[in-house]
Nanobody, 127 residues
Framework: QVQLVESGGGSVQAGGSLRLSCVVS????????MGWFRQAPGKEREFVAA????????YYGDSVKGRATISRDNAKNTVDLQMNSLKPEDTAVYYC????????????????????WGQGTQVTVSS
């Protein structure tokens, strides 16, 4: 059984930074593209960032481009999301997700194509 567990969320003031981590158990990550999505109250879940199975390609949503960095360690089965210059509009529950891609390049921005999801971690940014 595949489990994704996020951590690192919390409360921070605008301009601050947070590093979110996702630990995956039950499956080796090496054939999976990994993504981060977020959902704010009353809004649909939106794409934040993604990284291919090899780590060679990364993708970012427009709202976080230039402020976020996604990285992975396949040996440790972890994926991290570093968020800088946080804004109140970054307040949301952040979810880690895994999509089986084999060794192919796939569109990792589409929420519905992910196979596994974590429970989420809350990020609150105050002004």
């Amino acid at each position: 059984q595949v489990q994704l567990v996020e951590s690192g969320g919390g409360s921070v003031q605008a301009g601050g930074s947070l590093r979110l981590s996702c630990v995956v158990s039950g499956r080796a990550l090496s054939n999976y593209g990994m993504g981060w999505f977020r959902q704010a109250p009353g809004k649909e879940r939106e794409f934040v960032a993604a990284i291919t199975w090899s780590g060679r390609r990364t993708y970012y949503g427009d709202s976080v481009k230039g402020r976020a960095t996604i990285s992975r360690d396949n040996a440790k089965n972890t994926v991290d999301l570093q968020m800088n210059s946080l804004k109140p509009e970054d307040t949301a529950v952040y979810y880690c997700a895994a999509r089986y891609t084999g060794f192919a390049i796939a569109d990792l921005t589409v929420e519905s194509r992910y196979n596994y999801w974590g429970q989420g971690t809350q990020v609150t940014v105050s002004s």
